[in-house]
């Protein structure tokens, strides 16, 4: 963050823990909580999402989290997404 400054921009996926993909989260009725849940992603990515200044998409299952200038316009409408790691993704 330092290097990059709030001018930039830094993005890490902040997908939460499923099994079956998004069969699997219907099958098991798993609600995801963008505000509490955590992160299958590792440490670092749910380390960042929870900080102050990032904000983390509602995509169900695809979530993504940002920090800087542009976060909002990255991150803005994700939940819509037809497919979530296709090309209307933040980070794809």
């Known amino acids: ?3 990059i400054t709030s001018e930039g921009i830094l993005a890490m996926p902040s997908f939460p823990p499923f ?5 699997g989260i ?4 798993i609600i995801f ?15 960042f999402w929870r900080m102050e200044g990032v904000k983390r998409s509602l ?10 200038k542009e976060r909002d316009w990255l991150l803005e409408g994700h ?11 933040p980070i794809s």
């Open 79 to 89: 939940e819509r997404c037809h497919f979530p790691l296709w090309e209307e993704h």
């Open 26 to 29: 219907a099958r098991e009725g």
């Open 33 to 47: 909580d963008v505000r509490v849940s955590p992160t299958a992603m590792g440490r670092i990515p749910d380390t």
């Open 1 to 3: 963050m330092e290097a």
């Open 59 to 68: 995509h169900p299952t695809h979530s993504v989290a940002g920090w800087g």
């Open 19 to 23: 099994v079956g993909g998004e069969y």
